[in-house]
């Protein structure tokens, strides 16, 4: 059974940089698209970027475009989110899921529905102080 580890959250301070990891075990994740979420204390759930099984396409959301980045490498079984001028509002837990590109695409879009995606790590903490 495919198991997701989120790591590489923290503390950091506005403008900074993060690289989050979504690290697979139990199965292969290349057939897999993978997306990363998050939720900020008190607010909802809401979609953050999705990318292709081969990693050729990617779809980040609008507002988070230009400061976040999605990759993954197939041969270490992971995927990546490049967080960079981090804000205060960006402090949340993030989490990585699995499922096919257009259920992530989905997810990330208007409607917000997160049930097309199949597993989920249990998310890393970011904190951006001002």
């Known amino acids: 059974q495919l198991q997701l580890v989120e790591s590489g959250g923290g503390l950091v301070q506005s403008g900074g940089s993060l690289r989050l990891s979504c690290e697979a075990s139990g199965n292969s994740l290349e057939h897999d698209a993978i997306g990363w979420f998050r939720q900020a204390p008190g607010k909802d759930r809401e979609g953050v970027a999705c990318?292709?099984?081969?990693?050729?396409?990617?779809n980040v959301r609008d507002s988070m475009k230009g400061r976040f980045t999605i990759s993954r490498d197939n041969a270490k079984n992971t995927g990546y989110l490049y967080l960079n001028n981090l804000k205060p509002e960006d402090t949340a837990v993030y989490y990585c899921?699995?499922?096919?590109?257009?259920?992530?695409?989905?997810?990330?879009?208007?409607?917000?529905?997160?049930?097309?995606?199949?597993?989920w790590g249990k998310g890393t903490l970011v904190t951006v102080s001002s």
């Open positions: 899921a699995t499922g096919t590109f257009a259920s992530c695409n989905i997810a990330i879009g208007a409607n917000a529905y997160f049930d097309g995606m199949d597993a």
């Open positions: 990318i292709t099984a081969t990693g050729a396409t990617t």
